[in-house]
């Protein structure tokens, strides 16, 4: 029966790991810059040797991502290639891992019955099944985040016997703590999270009210040994990093991330990004059939069942590490200049349930009547199971569901292969393309020195940067984002460019600029 039950349980986090898998990618040219550090890894080449990083639009993203997940993806690269359904299978794996973590973890602490109901959420989230086939770092750094989680403060209830040693976690721990930060930078959140929480078990260690098991083994909490420890395991996490960064792969200073900071706008939108991430988690429920009951009653209880399962959470003195890095890492978000999609939100959307279940848990104290506490968890269960068949029968069939697609919009369709056929074999090696999807173009079409235009309206601006890059060619894909800035400035300059190639909607020009004959 246990064997049984071990087989079904597998298969719950198994079926929605692996399907949706894809052999071709969207336009979302992050994937491409990925898969290029990859191959420069496996080919020795610099991080950096990716596309043109225009810093007149540093939103596009940097000029070189964390080596984390290019690290994860070069053995696959060395071994197959460009190859997105092995990508697609590699993702599909770290989820199917990350949804067994996420049971675990919240088994420790709840017991399996929420622990399953929690894991089930998030791994059945039909988002999270259409978001899957994007070859991104979302997925291993919510695993590393998790997996770190683990190592540093879940363990077994009795003090004196822990999962892990001192030694093991000192030294893993920190592996991993550096591989999160490496995937993603925003990790760096568990620094401060981890001080927090140490200091909060030290205030309360004699009322605290669950198994937050002491991290160090101390009989007695001892905020300065603890502190201590911290502080040697963020020393070998800076040391990994350092070694990666600086000695292993001499990344770049240039076209970081500080290159979106603008701490002048901070007061115009922190506000607006704040009301920004509270409609995107009332509105993940179902961005669709707005009219129907079932999603509208999920989204008028997430923000007040959020709210109270947080303060619950805080009165009862139940915080946990997750809770500290919830708050830092959305402090962040909500700090950071260009918003974020539910994609930036994936790592702590476990916790987001989780208050939503510290808050039904709460009210339903209240109902003395067994008989409709359960009628309210069964309506619950309905309204979620519902919102999710409805997204599901909306965007798949069942038999698209299981089946591999390769019909997807982006570089890999037969236009976009075309297009980069023709500019590889009659464009110069080194000639600077203009793209919307510069990474993707880089490749691709081996065209390293191709960038994106700024995104503004006015000739003179982008005359200027075209010339200083001395671009000699642009691509118009009217159906892309942001295509809108590039086509306007041909329209002007239509008397300086001369179409040379056009396929379906693609057309490719040249600059008649005396540096490009």
Not at 398 to 408: A, D, R, T, W
Request: charged content about 20%; hydrophobic content about 45%.
């Amino acid at each position: 029966m246990r064997i049984l039950i071990s087989i079904i349980f597998f298969c719950i986090f198994l079926i929605p790991s692996f399907v949706n898998l894809n052999s071709t990618h969207n336009w979302g040219s992050d994937f491409a810059q990925y898969i290029h550090q990859s191959k420069n890894i496996v080919e020795g080449l610099p991080q950096e040797k990716t596309y043109l990083y225009n810093p007149g639009f540093s939103e596009n993203g940097p000029q070189v991502y964390p080596v984390g997940f290019p690290l994860l993806l070069a053995p696959i690269y060395f071994f197959y290639g460009n190859n997105i359904l092995i990508f697609s299978i590699f993702i599909s794996f770290c989820l199917f891992i990350l949804n067994l973590l996420i049971f675990y973890f919240f088994k420790k602490r709840y017991g399996p019955l929420y622990a399953i109901l929690l894991a089930i959420i998030f791994a059945y989230d039909p988002w999270m099944l259409s978001f899957k086939q994007t070859i991104v770092s979302d997925i291993p750094f919510t695993l590393f985040a998790f997996i770190t989680m683990i190592l540093f403060f879940n363990f077994d209830e009795t003090k004196n016997r822990p999962l892990l040693n001192k030694f093991v976690i000192l030294i893993f721990g920190s592996i991993f703590l550096a591989m999160t930060i490496l995937t993603r930078t925003i990790g760096v959140a568990f620094i401060p999270a981890m001080i927090l929480f140490v200091i909060y078990k030290y205030k309360y260690q004699n009322t605290l009210n669950d198994h937050t098991a002491n991290v160090f083994y101390f009989e007695k909490f001892e905020l300065k040994e603890n502190l201590k420890n911290l502080f040697i395991i963020f020393l070998i996490t800076f040391i990994l990093i350092y070694i990666v960064n600086n000695l292993i792969f001499n990344i770049t200073a240039k076209g970081n991330y500080s290159d979106q900071i603008t701490f002048v706008k901070f007061k115009e939108y922190i506000y607006g990004h704040i009301f920004y991430y509270i409609e995107l988690i009332k509105f993940h429920w179902s961005k669709e059939d707005t009219w129907r009951v079932y999603p509208n009653v999920l989204r008028t209880l997430s923000m007040p069942a959020l709210i109270i399962g947080i303060i619950v959470k805080i009165k009862e003195k139940r915080l946990h590490i997750s809770d500290f890095f919830c708050s830092i890492y959305m402090l962040i978000l909500i700090m950071w200049p260009p918003l974020q999609e539910w994609r930036f939100i994936l790592p702590i959307a476990p916790f987001i349930y989780e208050y939503y279940f510290e808050a039904i848990k709460y009210a339903l104290k209240f109902i003395r009547i067994d008989f409709l506490k359960y009628t309210i968890i069964a309506i619950l269960i309905i309204f979620v199971t519902l919102t999710y068949s409805r997204s599901f029968y909306s965007k798949y069939s069942f038999k698209e569901l299981f089946s591999i697609n390769n019909s997807i919009r982006g570089p890999n369709s037969e236009a976009a292969t075309k297009l980069f056929d023709y500019i590889k074999k009659n464009t110069p090696e080194d000639a600077t393309f203009v793209f919307t999807k510069p990474r993707a173009l880089a490749l691709y079409a081996g065209r390293k020195r191709s960038m994106i235009q700024n995104v503004t309206y006015n000739i003179n601006e982008q005359e200027e940067l075209f010339n200083k890059k001395r671009v000699c060619y642009f691509i118009e894909a009217p159906e892309l984002h942001l295509n809108n800035y590039l086509s306007y400035f041909l329209e002007k300059k239509k008397s300086e460019v001369a179409m040379i190639y056009e396929y379906e909607k693609f057309k490719l020009y040249r600059y008649e600029k005396s540096y490009c004959k």
